[in-house]
């Protein structure tokens, strides 16, 4: 079975690589924007996966943290979606940052030099709580992977489970926030991180219940959950209808109807028809998010680059999810496998429906949930190895903050305590977690490292030292030798003023606007600012040495003599004066005059 899903994968990972190799080639150019519309496709398959991708870690998590028994099979199959989810999220903003080299920028780094973004910037946030996601996302399913070979690592997955739990609500809510901030009214107000966790915990139910019907059995558990999370979005859509008068049809029919139909017995106890609720969800919670990031964009065709996207992100996941499950359990091959196949840990479709109608119905299911939610308290093990871990994760926030506070005091740095809260919370659990591995390797001795393992963990670190010596390090302190390049370009007929306003809206505009006033949301926030294209500077510069920097690039700009023309290139160079022109007010040109 799993072959079958993988070749398939290849099948759609193939055409999807070259979409993606053209549109980090062409631009936004590529995928369907508008004049109206920055973000496209990749930004909608960001936030697409990122849904899936906190889903899966969070149930699993929020089941250990409550009590709440869920079979191990379920539970890895949960964390490993939520980790190749990742992978795939990670790629799709890097296609917005123009120069992708400098992916490195929106790291928390900061130097005398200005050479890094602030960590005011909503990329930083979201790069910065990502990343400590995915770190605590992977040490979280490699302890639970190892807790079979190591029993003595069990003890430590219900304290991850702890940090996971709130980690997950917090760095959604930072997602979503980079929406509610900005100037669109659909998406203004502080319903939008409820709003976005829960359609990421309805999408990622949906991918674990897709994934599981291809292992061949079920949890009903999880399909009721499924079900009653769909009543909750479609509620939140309605009221969003009433109160804004925004409304998505293709994705409240596929996403909100359609489930419905797991009323009907035949069709919930059928196979197919579990599958199918799922892949409707799934497709309905897609429209869903690119109709929310491109909502004038939405109407448009959908073109080939945009399929080509998809069938990447969804070819290379079933790729990479089923390629690592037959790795892992080839690797344990004669031993057991890792996830529960061959020992009996995890549950027949028989047993199953037996465990859940025991444990999740009648007046004993309400005592077990109820149980869970009020969270009884921790045994004392529990408490104690979490206790001094988390002290020291406070401590670093604290200490962060204190830093941040004294460079707004003594450095002149416009910073203040209010721009990094959305880092406070990831740094505590980051801190924690690493000296809850200190402590499990160093004085519990709970675990121990093969050589191999061994001399891995060295190099990253020092991969990691080196990376951040040269981070910090900054660029050189010695001018530039580098000069604009005045010679003739040779060139003397441009492109008319239509086609450079063509070219300009789909090459330039991106950092520059269609106005030339520079595009506000991204720019400041990633780029150093550059300097104003005013008439006088475009003067002093010079026609011919502009045109050398449309076609060599400079700085933070790509080159484009492989993509456009001379004349092109001439054409926007005019067409840029044209713009510093307009943007003149008509006080000053009546003064001039």
Known sequence: MFRY????????????LYA???????????????????WGTPISLFVFWIGLAHA???????????????DRRTALIAELSTLVSLVFAGIFPLMHLGVIDNF??????????GNFANVRSPLVWDFCCIAVYALLSL??????????EIPALDKYRKPLAWLLFPLVLWVHTVVSLDFATTFVPEWRGAFFP????????LSGLALVNLLICAEGYRVRLLERLQLICTWILCAIWIWDLILKGYFCTSAFIFAGVLPQLRMVSVIREHRLGRIFFSVSILVGLFLERYYLVSPTAASATFGRIDLGLVAFSVGGFMLLFFGIRRYLNRKMEGAGS?????DGTDLAEAEQEEFEKENFTGVRGIQKLRKGFYMQPWSSEEYRILRFPLLVGFAAAILFSVWVWGQSVFANVDLSIANVIPLLYPIVAVVTAFTLCVRAYFVEKSFDMTRREKTLCVVLLVLAAVCLGAFFAGGS??????VLDSQPIGVDTPVSQNHARLVWNARCATCHGTDGRFNEKFVREFYPVPQKLSVQRIDSLGVDSLVKVVLNGRVNMNPYADRLTSEEALGLVNYMRVLAENAVPESVKEGEK
């Open 5 to 16: 899903l993988m070749i398939l994968g290849l099948t759609l990972f193939l055409p999807g």
């Open 20 to 38: 993606l190799g053209y549109s980090v080639y062409q631009g936004p150019s590529a995928w369907m924007v508008d004049s109206q519309t920055f």
């Open 56 to 70: 899966g870690t969070l149930l699993s998590a929020i089941f250990l943290a409550l009590d709440i028994k869920l």
């Open 104 to 113: 490195y920028m929106v790291a928390p780094f900061l130097d005398a030099r």
């Open 139 to 148: 040490l979280f399913f490699g302890v639970h992977l190892k807790s079979r």
């Open 194 to 201: 409820v709003y976005f966790i829960a359609g990421a915990i």
């Open 338 to 342: 890792y996830f529960g196949e061959v």
């Open 477 to 482: 302190s010695e001018k530039s030798s580098k």
